[in-house]
């Protein structure tokens, strides 16, 4: 774990914490992958008929668009259909049902990722001391739905989505449990999350995966863990 005292000023106690669904929640610890490397590949699938290499970098234009919760699946599936000339009169109408397609194949591998038992003791024992919530950019009901086929959705108190911004939905946290921005700890695999957690004001901590290699090669302004099983003894030290 980094130093925590770069990004704590005043001794601060952690009455709510939240976390990200896609490579934090579920992530599969052995590979440091997990959900999001799963809706990488689905796109691919679901849009096979378009050349990979073009595919790809319409990929990598359409993510950027949609960071932090600005955008979700259905901006992407309607920014690649429109760069491979779909009709713009039946546009929305296909990314309907491409998006459909997507959540298919994405629930179907979900459910095979291994959540350990370690990891689903230490949402428990959290769960019996804190309200825990979700914050993430997949659609709400897509992430429910995710919570289900894991057995998770006991865990948590609320789980917030698209269409609010991870902004919108850490506010919305912080306005239901009445308590100071400072008292929410927010758990996130990407820079898009420490960004939310700036500018509400909250305590955030990272965690290592597969693709945020930076992270685990410069130090960084907040902590770190490598698995959520590391959340306790996290709090011990920010609740001192």
């Not at 990979?52 to 993510?63: F, M, N, S």
């Not at 039946?90 to 959540?115: M, P």
């Not at 999350?193 to 305590?203: E, L, P």
Request: hydrophobic residues 40%; aromatic residues 8%.
């Amino acid at each position: 774990m980094s130093n925590i005292n770069d990004q704590l000023k005043p001794p601060s106690s952690i009455k709510v914490i939240v976390f990200d669904f896609d490579n934090c929640l579920v992530l599969d610890e052995k590979t440091k992958t997990g959900s999001e490397e799963i809706k990488d590949q689905a796109w691919f699938e679901i849009f096979s008929e378009y050349d990979r290499k073009e595919l790809e970098a319409v990929l990598d234009q359409a993510k950027k668009i949609v960071v932090g919760g600005a955008g979700d699946r259905n901006d992407i599936a309607q920014q690649i259909l429109r760069h491979f000339n779909h009709p713009e009169a039946t546009l929305a109408a296909s990314a309907i049902k491409k998006c459909d397609l997507f959540n298919q194949y994405v629930q179907k591998r979900i459910g095979e990722v291994i959540i350990t038992p370690a990891t689903r003791k230490t949402l428990s024992e959290l769960a019996s001391q804190y309200p825990l919530y979700i914050n993430t950019a997949t659609p709400r009901d897509a992430a429910l739905e995710s919570l289900k086929i894991l057995n998770l959705i006991s865990f948590f108190k609320e789980v917030f989505g698209r269409p609010g911004t991870k902004v919108d939905n850490l506010q919305k946290i912080i306005a239901a449990e009445s308590v100071n921005p400072m008292q929410v700890l927010f758990i996130d695999d990407q820079p898009g999350g420490w960004d939310a957690a700036q500018t509400v004001g909250c305590i955030f901590a990272g965690i290592y995966t597969a693709k945020n290699k930076l992270w685990q090669n410069e130090k960084q302004p907040f902590p770190l863990v490598n698995s959520l099983t590391e959340l306790p003894a996290l709090l011990l030290k920010i609740n001192y």
